[in-house]
T-cell receptor, first 114, second 113 residues
Framework: DMKVTQMPRYLIKRMGENVLLECGQD?????MYWYRQDPGLGLQLIYI???????SEGDIPKGYRVSRKKREHFSLILDSAKTNQTSVYFC?????????????FGKGTRLTVV | GEQVEQRPPHLSVREGDSAVITCTYT??????FFWYKQEPGASLQLLMK?????EINEGQGFTVLLNKKDKRLSLNLTAAHPGDSAAYFC???????????FGSGTKVIPCLP
């Protein structure tokens, strides 16, 4: 069963706290992504990972960092969360970075920073 | 970088009627085009991918048209039904190692005829 799993699904944090969002995939995909989704803005790319320890900034990396120590896991870290990081975060994976390969999305993590 | 504009943001369509969602993009080197469907509270599911210029692809209950000359991608929902209630996103990519750039989404709400 091919899937991308995100934990937790819902999270409430106080401003200034550290946040860890976890993502796993069971398809041995090389490429993984973190997006955030805000109303009226679609999905915006935060980071892309081409394999273990091979990560690149996306369009909105500021305030975020990532970690990929195993091919099947990709973590998004917010050091000292801010209220404007309240959003729904989607992890995704694809077999390769080639743009014509299908991207599989997780169910999202709704993060609220108060 | 690539910019994708999607219209309209909301769409009420009577059951049985058709509706069109349109995306325009800026990068003439864009080569891969996708439509995703997101039902409430769920993740994005790939609806269709389009690679060739001026291509019409038909799926179950919808057609997709790509016009590379005008840099326009459209999704036509034919005979809307309650199962079409979702947000629809177009996505564009310029090529290898180029991640998807998404449109801002269209929320489709079928209503009673």
């Amino acid at each position: 069963d091919m899937k991308v799993t995100q934990m937790p699904r819902y999270l409430i944090k106080r401003m200034g706290e550290n946040v860890l969002l976890e993502c796993g995939q069971d398809m041995s995909h090389e490429t993984m992504y973190w997006y955030r989704q805000d109303p009226g803005l679609g999905l915006q790319l935060i980071y892309i990972s081409y394999d273990v320890d091979s990560n690149s900034e996306g369009d909105i990396p500021k305030g975020y960092r990532v970690s990929r120590k195993k091919r099947e896991h990709f973590s998004l870290i917010l050091d000292s969360a801010k209220t404007n990081q309240t959003s729904v975060y989607f992890c995704a994976s694809s077999l390769s970075p080639a743009a014509n390969t299908e991207v599989f999305f997780g169910k999202g993590t709704r993060l609220t920073v108060v | 970088g690539e910019q994708v504009e999607q219209r309209p943001p909301h769409l009420s369509v009577r059951e049985g009627d058709s509706a069109v969602i349109t995306c325009t993009y800026t990068d003439p080197n864009s080569y891969y085009f996708f439509w995703y469907k997101q039902e409430p509270g769920a993740s994005l599911q790939l609806l269709m991918k389009v690679f060739s210029s001026t291509e019409i692809n038909e799926g179950q209950g919808f057609t997709v048209l790509l016009n590379k000359k005008d840099k326009r991608l459209s999704l036509n929902l034919t005979a809307a039904h309650p199962g079409d209630s979702a947000a629809y996103f177009c996505a564009v990519s310029a090529g290898f190692a180029s991640a998807l750039t998404f449109g801002s989404g269209t929320k489709v709400i079928p209503c009673l005829p």
